[in-house]
């Protein structure tokens, strides 16, 4: 069974600052991991995807993320944090089950980003 | 662009009402999935569809049935509504392929739920 463990319910940091989100799984295959954002009354969007290539990837908005298989984490970073990055960040876990993908979601981690 | 609608942004509803929630995508993408959101415990899988007319349990199916008859299609439905089905309600979609590195779910806006 997969399950996603996300460090942190809430992290406030200073505009310019850079931004630390952590992010723990436990998947019993090679899993694909994400982060998705989501911002006031929006819809969930796709930050970045870790897909078994590349252990450092970047996403949008200056995001990154890397994975680390040794310490099974996936922290989310940016180096220097801006107002429009206030929002709920999720931590999620893919497994393929049957013919279809199910994704585990962490509990969030909500951005608060002072002036 | 992808573009998944959900069929109402708010709705307010009586115990016991039958409450129908849709979800309609533009992509041709063969899986949809209906999530749950409440604060504190992320989103939850409540149904999900590979195919018109498939369906699989999520981690909490209970209280809650899906319909697919057409591939853009998915509604969750409430039989008998109660008041712990005040939620935020989540369809989502993907493309069918098997690799998981394919499967990137696109979501809807949601549907802020209030059952009285």
């Known amino acids: 069974a997969q399950s996603v463990t996300q460090l942190d319910s809430h992290v406030s940091v200073s505009e310019g600052t850079p931004v630390l989100l952590r992010c723990n799984y436990s998947s019993s295959y090679s899993p694909s991991l994400f982060w998705y954002v989501q911002h006031p009354n929006k819809g969930l969007q796709l930050l970045l995807k870790y897909t078994s290539a590349a252990t450092l990837v970047k996403g949008i908005n200056g995001f990154e993320a890397e994975f680390k298989k040794s310490e099974t984490s996936f922290h989310l970073t940016k180096p220097s944090a801006h107002m429009s990055d206030a929002a709920e960040y999720f931590c999620v876990v893919s497994e393929t089950r049957g013919s279809g993908d199910k994704l585990t979601f962490g509990t969030g981690t909500r951005l608060a980003v002072r002036p | ?116």
């Open chain 2, 1 to 116: 662009d992808v573009k998944v609608t959900q069929s109402s942004r708010y709705l307010v509803k009586r115990t016991g009402e039958k409450v129908f929630l849709e979800c309609v995508q533009d992509m041709d993408h063969e899986n949809m999935f209906w999530y749950r959101q409440d604060p504190g415990l992320g989103l939850r899988l409540i149904y999900f569809s590979y195919d018109v007319k498939m369906k699989e349990k999520g981690d909490i199916p209970e209280g809650y049935s899906v319909s697919r008859e057409k591939k853009e299609r998915f509604s969750l439905i409430l039989e008998s509504a109660s008041t712990n089905q005040t939620s935020m309600y989540l369809c989502a979609i993907s493309r069918g392929d098997t690799v998981p590195s394919y499967n990137e779910q696109f979501f809807g806006p949601g549907t802020r739920l209030t059952v009285l």
